[in-house]
Structure formats: C-alpha cells, structure tokens
C-alpha cells in the first residue's frame, strides 16, 4: 500500500479553488479510493503506483475540462516496503 | 491568518519516523499554535509569517536535540490577503 | 509538453543520498528523457503523465533495488495547455 | 549552511508567473544571498533559519506589492548538520 498526500493549484482561475478542489473529491470517490481530505491537501491510499498515477492524471484532466488552463500538482509520496501502511495506520502511528 | 502544513523526514535515523512526529506534536503544544495532525503532514494556523517560521525552527532543532544529523523538511504555505482563512473554514469550503 | 521537478528522499540508509540521485540519474539517461539535476531535486521534461510517472515508478524501484526499504518522493508539475512549455523555455522567461 | 528550495504560485493573477518570479530574484539580489534559478524552483543558500525565513517572507510581500491576493508557496529544506552543504556542494555530489 502507498500513500500519498497531492494538491493541485490552479492559474489564471481566481483566488478561489474550493469548488476545483470538490470536482476532485468526485474523481476520487468515481474511482472510489480511500481518501483523507486536509486543510492544504488530500491524502490517499493506493496499492500501486499506477492507481496513484491514474488519480493524479484524471484529477488533471477534470479541471482541464472545467477550463483550466494551467494547473500547479504537488505529490508526496510514502512508498514503504518494510511494513504495511494506510490513512489509518499512519495517523495511529503518531499519536 | 496563514494556513500551513509541514512534513519533516529524518534521514541516517532508521525507517520509523514516528517518534519524531510525536516530538514536534509537543512542540506544537508548547507554542499553543492550532493544528491538525495528518497522515503525511501537519497543517498548522498561525497570525504571521514569524509564527510560522518559529514552528518550523524549534521542530527542526527539536528533532537534532534527539539526535538526527540530516533533516528534509517539506513546506506548503497558503497566504491569502483577499479571504480571512483557517484550518477549519479551509476544511469546510471544499465540503 | 510537461514540466516537473521530483525529489526522492530515503529512509534508513544514512544521512548521505548522492550514490541514490547518481542513479536515478542512470534511470533517466537509459528512459532517453530530457533532465536537468539541481542541487535540491531534478528537474524533467515529458510528453505525458505516462512518462513522467513511468520516471517516477522506475526512480522508485531502482531505489528499492539498492536495498532502500522506504522512500519519500516529492513531485511538483507544471501542466499548461495555454503554452507550449519546456525545461528551457520556463528558465528563459524568468530571465 | 541550509539548502532549500521555493517555489511561489500566484492566484488570481492570469496563467503567467514570469514577471513574479523575475521580481522574486530582484528581492534575492537585494538581499544578497547566493541563489540558483530552476525550471520549477529556485534554489538559496542560507547561513541560518532566520536567514532562509526571511527570504520567503520578502519574496512573499514582493507578490503582494504587485497585487497579487493569493500566493502558495512550496519550500524543501535540507538542514545537515554531519557535513558543510552549499548549492555547489550538492551539485557536486550527485555528479
């Protein structure tokens, strides 16, 4: 399992993002991945690269068909092979 | 306000970052700054950039005083003049 | 054309990263992708999500291949339909 | 010596960001800093924290001057404390 937090900045599209930012929470939950919305970005949970990819790509896409014409994707991700993470493990994990 | 989040990754100091977390959780609480733990990082909610900045040092130095010679500390800040913004009301505009 | 910077962090294999972004460097080289190293991340250029992400996924598995067992990966990508884009070009605007 | 690398994106203030990140350099050279232009980022060398903070706060206030409302800004800090680090010195490494 992976996870990643991404947000994604749109230019040239007012100062306001909130309603890219729900057209994004709707691919999300189209795909129908685990998902963590944050004050600054979104986590997900992934079990592959590819899945990771694909939400990033159609997360693009779908502000591009909102008229986006420049978007700004910051990734992180936690790839990690000596034990099994999620959302959960990971926020339990802190406390 | 500015709304902030962080994520610090301790290298030469094994796989397991957790115990580094929970320090700078402590001091987050010292400061008595508003934030809000996440999977990959912690937003936090200060009235200036010097607020800001102090959170990122003394969890930086924090993390020497246990030991860690090497830190990468990653950093997203929203500075928003048009908009009075928080943690809490940037949570609830994207719901 | 796409434009984006990716910096790999790993976990528990010292405080010292270079023989790690050495071959990273290798993996670009062999994907025949233009790339420009910097002294905090590397900066690429592709045709498509499907190649900036097939850099990211072999970076990833060439570091896992060296014996890393957890990596942090920060990407940031420029995407922008209004303009043709380029590792030179965006160095050349800001002239 | 800190590394770290910033980047500023503007909201509300159309898709090009040239003419921000020229004057972000302007506000580098005045504050006399040893700094790199990237494709996606600019790279600064910093004696100190305080240092590095204040770059980011100045650059920050540039923005606002011009008129922009809303800025994100991402900053990557690489604090060593093992070994003597500079822009120079970490191209070098990799090499």
């Known amino acids: ?8 900045v749109p230019l040239g599209s007012g100062t306001s993002a909130a309603k890219y930012i729900r057209s994004v929470y709707e691919v999300l939950r189209e795909i129908g991945i685990e998902f963590l919305p ?3 970005s ?3 949970e992934t079990r592959s690269f590819e899945e990771l990819f ?3 790509e159609k997360s693009n896409k779908k502000l591009v068909e909102m ?4 978007i ?4 992180n991700i936690d790839y990690r092979l000596d034990k099994e993470i999620s959302i959960e493990s990971k926020l339990r994990a802190s406390r």
Chains 1, 2, 3, 4 share one sequence.
């Open 38 to 40: 944050g004050p600054m």
């Open 67 to 70: 008229g986006v014409q420049r």
């Open 54 to 56: 694909d939400v990033i």
């Open 1 to 8: 399992m992976i996870v990643a937090d991404f947000a994604m």
């Open 72 to 75: 700004v994707t910051s990734i």
């Open 42 to 44: 979104t986590s997900i």
